[in-house]
């Protein structure tokens, strides 16, 4: 199952205010090992992106904005 993600958030100039770029990376609970292939999604803009072999992921937000993270066989997490 899904639990969390490690992310950091931090500023990136830019001509948008509050555009922010979220990375980090997602796990299983029950190992904690890298969660591959798991959609993240801006539900606002609805722009998303999918984890590395390693769970690495990337992706802009606005602050604020809610991500989801789902995959085949996790259960579904959301964070704001």
């Given at each position: ?38 959609t ?21 937000a ?19």
């Amino acid at each position: 199952l899904l639990v969390g993600v490690r992310h950091q958030t931090h500023a990136q100039a830019s001509p948008v205010a509050g555009l922010v770029q979220v990375q980090g990376f997602t796990l299983r609970k029950d190992s904690l090992t890298p969660a591959p292939y798991v959609t993240v999604t801006n539900l606002r803009s609805r722009f998303g992106t999918i984890s590395a072999d390693n769970g690495y992921f990337t992706l802009q937000a606005q602050r604020g904005d809610t991500l989801e993270f789902s995959a085949v066989n996790l259960q579904p997490a959301v964070f704001v």
